[in-house]
């Protein structure tokens, strides 16, 4: 019975899902896909354990066997004739004055299509620059604008934490965003606080935030009146993770109020 598995296209294209039948095969080994259009290579993303039930769950193709040493030469090819491509284009992106920033070139398997992926403030019209590379390159040319976040998962590099990006170890796509989050977990506003390298709102701020909220749900928020043991003051701050308060009583007098653990962490 068929199987899907989940498979990066190429090195920087998106996660998606493909049919998978006798083939063993698992997390990070390197494959060859039928895709539209011709036959390409990705990286298998998931474990092999979940059962198509459908056809329709699966992208338009499927995962024919596994990456030969030939194939692993002709990437390695690829690669090279990448960069190559990624110079000309930045040559006659210069020429034509274009406002792009190039980030990465990517050859198709059978190096009948390179893709050039590129951040713009706006929408660029780009037809003679394709034109021009057709030229150059004899092959097909897919130019292919992606966002900020896009751009930090292609180029990689490390956070503040010290670590590989999120996005670019492992993550397989993104999720939503929003300033609620550190809102919540009471962080200070601040964009180089709570702004990853891509300048948006940290990834990791996602994973905390539902555990922030289910710990501040019995605690009282900055500036709510509260009644202590030592008198009646108001909130002027809040530990969400060690589950204490401080309450400003007056007259200089601060007094801190714990409350019980909800959770072992």
Partial sequence: MARIIEVQLGEYRPVQKYQVEDLNCNRDDLVIMEVDRGTEFGRVVSDINSVCKTKGEATNGKVLRMATEEDLRQIAGNRLKAQEALADCEKKVKEQKLDMQLIKAEYTLDATKVIFFFTAEGRIDFRNLVKDLAKIL??????????????AKITGGFGVCGRELCCSSYMKGFHPLSIKMPKEQGLPLNPTRISGVCGRIK???????????????????VGESLTTQEGKGHVIEVNILKRYVRV???????????YAQKYEL
Avoid at 142 to 151: M, N, P, T
Avoid at 203 to 221: G, I, T, W
């Fill in 248 to 258: 400003d009583l007056g007259e200089g007098k601060i007094s801190k109020v714990a």
């Fill in 138 to 151: 004899k092959v097909r040319i897919e130019l292919k604008q992606v966002g900020v976040r896009d751009k």
């Fill in 203 to 221: 990834c990791c701020m996602a994973y905390e935030y539902q555990v922030y909220r289910e710990y501040a749900k019995d605690l009282p928020s």
